[in-house]
């Protein structure tokens, strides 16, 4: 009898440790979010992955009755905010926006410290975006045979500004030279803001940027657009054709941007991120906010699962190209 009391006293004493950690973890998931969240951006401050991730922020906040603040940390084309990410302690409380480039990243660098499906789980689709032919109006050409004539003309010489190599805008400039036969000369900077910066004060020539930081400086008329990498032209500018009506055929390209949290953040975490993400898209300000700079929102349901197969869809796209361009970051 003793023995039998001794046995189920050392049992207890066995299991409570890992049955008080339980009920630990699900209060604090029931609990979620109990403090301040830090939304990751692996860009600088202006550009378009920016200035979506403050937009969501501010609703996230509202909704979740919890300060959500935005960190930039910028370089390698988002390489290094995405691996803070992935290395970040998985409690819902660091996530990360990750876009199009972490998928073309996957083929375009050989030594990441990082796997953009094994170290993440998705969260949700935030937007998506096209992109824009933009040039310094100072220069001669206004259409995009003009561009197309005068990069054929003066090879090597005009240049092509991007957020990064293997950013979406950095791969646009690449399909066009091989689709056009060009030789364009491209300039990465850490993020689109400092890019456009240069663009505005003629360091260099033109940019396939993401439509929302150009288009307050196109509003102003200090950028010209050529044409947009849409297949239909784009609500906030009527009157800039695509490249298809410019004479440049299956030349489309969708810049897009999902929240993420660091693979195992529990699943209630998740649910309750996604619900509040979807909640915040549907916010009349975020909707009026969307058509002003140029966003998409998702179509519904927007869930995590729906964001895991986009992904995925995207790096086997993103492969092929960065194959057929004979690319590398390394």
């Not at 998931?29 to 969501?56: C, E, F, K």
């Not at 990360?96 to 993440?120: E, H, M, P, Q, W």
């Not at 109006?137 to 240049?159: R, W």
């Not at 995925?312 to 361009?325: C, G, M, Y």
Request: contains cysteine.
């Amino acid at each position: 009898m003793k023995s039998k009391r001794f046995f189920k006293a050392a049992l207890l004493a066995a299991t409570l440790p890992a049955l008080m950690l339980n009920s630990t973890l699900a209060t604090a998931q029931d609990d979620y979010p109990s403090r301040p969240i830090t939304m990751v951006v692996g860009y600088s401050a202006g550009g378009a992955t920016d200035i979506l991730a403050r937009l969501i922020a501010k609703s996230l906040t509202e909704e979740l009755k919890q300060t959500v603040i935005v960190e930039n940390k910028a370089g390698a084309n988002s390489n290094i905010g995405a691996e803070y990410v992935a290395r970040a302690k998985n409690d819902g409380y660091t996530i990360y926006v990750g876009t199009i480039a972490n998928t073309i990243n996957r083929s375009l660098y050989k030594d990441l410290r990082y796997d953009f499906v094994k170290d993440f789980e998705p969260i949700g689709l935030m937007a998506t975006i096209p992109n824009v032919l933009v040039v310094n109006p100072k220069l001669p050409f206004k259409t995009v045979q003009d561009y197309i004539q005068y990069a054929k003309e003066n090879p090597g010489k005009l240049t092509c500004a991007s957020s990064g190599i293997g950013s979406s805008i950095n791969m646009s400039c690449e399909l066009f030279k091989i689709q056009t036969g060009t030789d364009i000369l491209h300039v990465p900077y850490r993020g689109s803001g400092p890019a456009v910066t240069d663009l505005l004060g003629g360091q260099v020539d033109s940019m396939f940027d993401n439509l929302p930081s150009s288009l307050p400086h196109i509003q102003a008329g200090t950028l010209r657009p050529i044409a947009t990498t849409t297949s239909k032209r784009v609500k906030a500018l009527p009157d800039t054709p695509t490249f298809a009506e410019e004479g440049v055929k299956d030349f489309v390209v969708q810049s897009w941007f999902g929240l993420n949290a660091p693979a195992g953040t529990p699943e209630p975490v998740i649910k309750r991120l996604n619900e509040a993400l979807n909640k915040a898209l549907a916010k009349p300000e975020v909707v009026a906010a969307y058509d002003k700079n140029g966003f998409t929102a998702p179509e519904q349901p927007n869930s995590p699962d729906s964001l895991k197969q986009y992904t995925q869809a995207e790096i086997d796209k993103w492969k092929l190209v960065v194959e057929k361009a004979n690319l590398s970051a390394n």
